[in-house]
């Protein structure tokens, strides 16, 4: 049976929270602009796993209308009783570069005690790009969870700021190779001789891993 508007309709307004999260599935075969319109019914089901498929698919059908997505994933970031529809909410705003969202995306990170809430908003930073985030990325590093730290370094290559690189030099030679292995990919997002130097230095780390990155980065830079 082929998959149309009238179908995926039909499934979103079942009983069965089976059926509605199929029809968040189906979706991604719809025309974007359908897709998108009905993506906002799912996006406050009475269900949690519906909520979350709805929110996270957003990052893609966000741009048929962006100001109408910004105010639904504001309204789950904020008001959803999941912490991972929140997450989902974070990363879809970070995903469509959202900038009017940071504050929101500020206050939950200070406000949660969800470890993976706060990785996803630390992850989220880093694509949205606003170099507001420094300061929390940068207390991120401190947060004692290793999940956390490796995603700020890693938004704190993807915001750019020099203000980043002694930062993340501090982690060159950190024990954890896949924290090394984070600093080679977040050091090739600046082209300044320390960070250079750094990836230089990477390059003959004793994780083959982590030096065919750095590796990588060189070539790339040169």
Known sequence: ????????????????????????????????????????????????????????????LGKQNLAQAATILRDRLIHDSEPDVQAAAADSLGALKITEAFEDIQRLYHHTSEWLLKFSIVAALGELGDRRSFPLLQSALDSGNDLVQTAAIGSLGELGDPQAIPLLLSYVSHTDWQIRYRVAQALSHFHTPESQAALQNLAQDAVQQVAQEAQTNLKTAS
Do not use: C, H, K
């Not at 179908?7 to 602009?33: C, E, H, I, K, W």
């Open 1 to 60: 049976m082929s998959i149309t508007l009238e179908s995926v309709t039909q499934l979103l307004q079942s009983a069965d929270f089976g059926d509605r999260l199929r029809a968040v599935n189906q979706m991604r075969q719809l025309n974007p602009a359908q897709a998108f319109d009905l993506i906002q019914t799912a996006a406050t089901d009475s269900n949690g796993r519906v909520r979350y498929a709805a929110v996270s698919q957003i990052a893609g």
